[in-house]
């Protein structure tokens, strides 16, 4: 399944030295020998990269645009190859995995024309006959590290404004879903970009991460994974002081108001919550439900999960795929089970599911009668369980949904215009939805505050994290 890639180093592809096998979560076989990297293969992967950067940069903004688009053109060509290969190694989907190589493609095509968008200013200066000129310049060399749960969209969204801003990028994917960012790096492979302009790693932290974090070639490094991973990457950074960009985990938490279109709300908020079995960090945890509409929400939710069907996402009658691992598996059961025995009821779902004899399988699950103070409420889930709770008045449901070191996203569903910008303004969160949870968009900026990470990718904010801003006094 690999075989045709495997590391990219120095604008070619090179057969690694050593191999792991990747794990299927739907059959729990091997899917193939997947690179791990050695020391010495990263450390080509960096002097490629530092090689790349005077050619990357003298480019100009307009050369990278185009070659930017020929990418995203290889995308829509491969687009049928790229889904197939993240439901693969993900067990999500099709259709989810298709229109996450979509937007991975618009990331690109955003990025083109960012490129051409790297404006200066000029300023007054105080010096008679002077001015000041403000330009902005590719950071250097970039190292991009991204998790399994989106495998073809969190590259993108790392690679594409990099590029854009004239920084070539070491990138490491999640060693379980390598296969995705293989096809992506070859499509960039074939745009013509400068040999060292991309480059691919694969592998343990000690043969990947260590080396790249160590390298004060490296200016930059973004991030996303836990917040666990992005506070020891904080204290890495510090040693060689690059600039960091970081997204991080989530804990979003759902105001039901008492004044919600209840049909409307269910019917996005059930295929949201279990949408990549709830391994999404923008995924909706914490459903606080006003006392007037919570028993109707709860039936209403649980009649909606009752009909997810569970299967491989290669199938498409299926409407919820496996977890990642078997980690995953048992961490979920125990968060459950936990909150069970704390008091919480059990609404739909709180099991391996029993038809799968193999894959990680687990229930859509409802829980009601959450408090706070549990685990499955106080903490990212990660997976396919909603959480519960009923609220009484607007502030009690503000103070409990901020209560959390993480700010990623936040929801509300009203039909009150006033109420509606009382949630913008009260829910502390870098994005929030009203109504709606489409919240990934190229044109738009992702990220978090607080525990959730810092930068924002996506948007015309999302290149800024890759130039650095040069001041010039010039007087004649």
């Not at 995203?72 to 197939?84: I, K």
């Not at 920084?167 to 296969?179: A, D, I, K, Y």
């Not at 949630?423 to 939805?433: E, H, N, Q, R, S």
Request: hydrophobic share 45%.
């Amino acid at each position: 399944m690999y075989q045709p890639f495997g590391l990219f180093l120095d604008g070619a592809w090179h057969r690694p030295v050593a191999t792991v096998p990747v794990i299927s979560p739907v059959t729990e076989k091997s899917l193939g020998e997947a690179p791990a990297a050695t020391l010495a293969e990263t450390q080509a992967a960096l002097d490629a990269a530092a090689r790349a950067l005077p050619a990357l940069r003298a480019m100009g903004g307009f050369a990278r645009a185009e070659a930017l688009h020929r990418a995203a053109d290889e995308m829509l060509r491969r687009a049928e190859e790229g889904a197939r290969m993240i439901t693969t190694e993900t067990g999500k989907p099709l259709a989810q995995a298709g229109r996450e190589w979509a937007l991975a493609c618009d990331q690109f095509r955003w990025y083109a024309e960012e490129a051409r968008r790297i404006y200066g200013r000029i300023v007054e200066s105080r010096v008679p006959g002077g001015r000041f000129e403000v330009t902005r310049e590719p950071v250097g060399v970039v190292g991009a590290f991204t998790a399994w749960n989106f495998p073809a969209a969190l590259p993108a969204r790392k690679l594409a404004p990099a590029l854009a801003a004239g920084c070539p990028v070491v990138l490491r994917p999640s060693s379980q879903t390598p296969g995705v960012a293989m096809v992506m790096v070859d499509c960039l492979r074939a745009a013509g970009l400068p040999d060292g302009a991309v480059n691919l790693v694969i592998g343990s932290t000690a043969t990947t991460y260590d080396p790249i974090m160590a390298d004060t070639r490296v200016r930059k490094v973004s991030l996303t994974g836990s917040t666990r991973v992005g506070q020891q990457m904080i204290r890495d950074a510090a040693a060689t002081v690059k600039k960091v960009s970081m997204e991080l985990g989530g804990n979003a938490p759902v105001i039901i108001q008492d004044d919600a279109d209840l049909d409307a709300a269910l019917d996005l908020c059930v295929p949201t919550k279990f949408a990549n079995c709830g391994q999404v960090c923008v995924t909706p945890d914490r459903f606080f439900v006003h006392d007037s509409l919570h028993d109707a929400f709860v039936e209403g939710f649980v009649a909606r999960a009752a009909k997810i069907r569970l299967g491989d996402g290669l199938d498409p009658e299926t409407g919820m795929g496996p977890l990642i691992n078997a980690r995953r598996l048992t961490e979920i059961d125990a968060v459950v089970q936990e909150a069970v025995a704390a008091g919480a009821t059990l609404a739909h779902g709180g099991r391996r599911a029993p038809e799968h004899n193999s894959g990680f399988f687990y229930q859509p699950t409802v829980l009601t009668g959450v408090t706070d103070d549990m685990r499955v409420f106080a903490e990212e889930n990660f997976g396919p369980v909603a959480a519960i709770t009923r609220f009484t008045t607007e502030d009690e449901a503000l103070n409990r949904a901020n209560a959390s070191d993480m700010g990623l996203s936040a929801y509300a569903f009203t039909r009150s215009p006033d109420r509606a910008r009382r949630m913008v303004t009260g829910l502390k969160a870098g994005m929030v939805g009203i109504n709606s949870f489409a919240l990934a968009a190229s044109e738009a900026p992702f990220g978090g505050t607080n525990h959730s990470g810092m930068g924002r990718e996506g948007g015309s904010e999302g290149i800024g994290d890759y130039l650095d801003t040069k001041l010039a006094q010039i007087v004649f």
